[in-house]
């Protein structure tokens, strides 16, 4: 990931004194916990990030990373669950069907080393479009969390969004932190947990965007992480959450090389926000950029010959990765520890850039707890 030293380079940001840095001046709402509420006094909190403006579809293919300083959402604290969300600027849901897409979003602790990697800061948090929840405290069986600790002053917000319409769009990333006072979390004996970042772009990942192999000639292919993560310690897994592009069936987590430890499995278009309908008419030749983007449907809807009738193309995009819970004491000193993401670009149609393919990416975050 870049975000370790790009997030430096913005540091004077943090600096600016008028009260609040964007994108730390948006409304937070204070939202009613889940998790340990009465046992150890947990709060929940929407955290609003922005708005930043993706560019319209011809500059970049309306993608645009940001990258910033934020506040982390508590001091001393242990957070138990984590999960982001895609809003426009007047707070209603976005996402694919109307164009708008939470590409990717990593929080970072500039306070701390990666675990994996540790000349990069530690990245703590990441989500695709797809959304899925760090749910670390595994819906409150589990009394751990990720510890910000009272040093842990600065985070960087990697914020990646897509827009898939000529003109130039605003967008609200949000975080739904849940969390407990350390004091409480202490006296309850909660215990803390360590993010474990695995990724096929390697040990010290660049932008964790990885090319298709041969263009894609071959439809069928999959990509690890080589050479593989070794522990230098035991713990106790407790989350396990991965990330792939559309393409991507599957995300195995191995150790030793056998057994797959977890098994992600991505499924498509759950729900209409993730698909994008669009209706072709010879007479009209849609462009201008309202739905067919240059991402996913590209392959299945090239334009149709004048003389061919109107019809109805329908995308699906990645809605959800399975993600594997309470495995144990899996972990030991001297696993070997690798992923391998699976693609099938037959069975769901991935992303363009262009005329090419888009890179895809492969990563898996595990949430385990020393010891
Ligand atoms: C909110 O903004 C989005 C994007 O601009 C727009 O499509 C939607 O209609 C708006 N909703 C309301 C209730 O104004
Ligand atoms: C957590 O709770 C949600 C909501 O009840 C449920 O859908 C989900 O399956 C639960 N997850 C786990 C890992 O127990
Ligand atoms: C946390 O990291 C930031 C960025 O490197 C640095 O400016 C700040 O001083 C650090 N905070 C502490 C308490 O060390
Ligand atoms: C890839 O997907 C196609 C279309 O669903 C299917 O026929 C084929 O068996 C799949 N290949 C593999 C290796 O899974
Ligand atoms: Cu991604």
Redesign the pocket.
């Known amino acids: 990931m870049i975000l370790a030293q790009t997030a430096l380079g913005l540091l004077w940001l943090a600096k600016s004194s008028l009260g609040c840095t964007p994108p730390n001046c948006l409304a937070s709402e204070t939202l009613e916990p889940r998790f340990f509420k009465d046992e150890a006094k947990s709060q929940r909190v929407l955290k609003r990030y922005g708005p930043f403006t993706a560019p319209g579809m011809s500059d970049h293919h309306g993608m645009k990373q940001f990258v910033s300083i934020m506040a982390p959402p508590c001091n001393d604290c242990l957070v138990t669950h984590i999960q982001a969300g895609l809003e426009y600027p007047n707070g209603s849901y976005a996402n694919v069907n109307t164009g708008m897409w939470l590409h990717h979003v990593v929080v970072v602790n500039m306070n701390r080393s990666s675990t994996v990697c540790p000349s990069n800061a530690e990245p703590m948090f990441a989500s695709g479009n797809e959304r899925t929840a760090a ?1 670390i405290c ?2 409150g ?1 589990q009394k751990a969390g990720y510890h910000i600790l009272p040093t842990d002053t600065t985070f960087a917000l990697v914020a990646e969004l897509m827009n898939d319409k000529m003109e130039a769009r605003d967008a609200v990333v949000t975080i739904d932190w849940e969390f407990v006072p350390a004091s409480s979390a202490s006296s309850s004996s909660f215990k803390h947990a360590t993010p474990i970042w695995l990724d096929i772009d390697g040990i010290c990942p660049g932008s964790s965007e990885v090319p298709v192999p041969d263009g894609g000639s071959s439809k069928v292919f999959s990509l690890s992480l080589s050479p593989p993560w070794t522990s230098s310690f035991s713990a106790e897994i407790l989350w396990v959450m991965s990330h792939l592009h559309d393409g991507g069936e599957t995300l195995q987590v191995t150790k030793n090389s056998s057994p797959v430890v977890c098994d992600s499995v991505a499924r498509y278009g759950e729900t209409d926000a993730y698909v994008v309908t669009e209706v072709h008419d010879h007479n009209t030749p849609s462009e201008g950029g309202s739905g067919s983007g240059h991402h996913g449907g590209q392959h299945g809807v090239k334009r149709r010959a004048a003389a061919a009738p109107a019809h109805t193309t329908r995308m699906t995009h990645i809605s959800s990765m399975s ?1 594997c ?1 309470l495995l144990g004491k899996q972990m030991n000193v001297g696993d070997e520890w690798t992923i391998t993401a699976n693609y099938n670009l037959t069975d769901h149609a991935p992303m363009t850039e262009g005329d090419g393919l888009a890179p895809v990416m492969g990563i898996s975050i595990m949430y385990v707890v020393k010891g």
């Open positions: 749910n595994v819906n069986t993600s819970a």
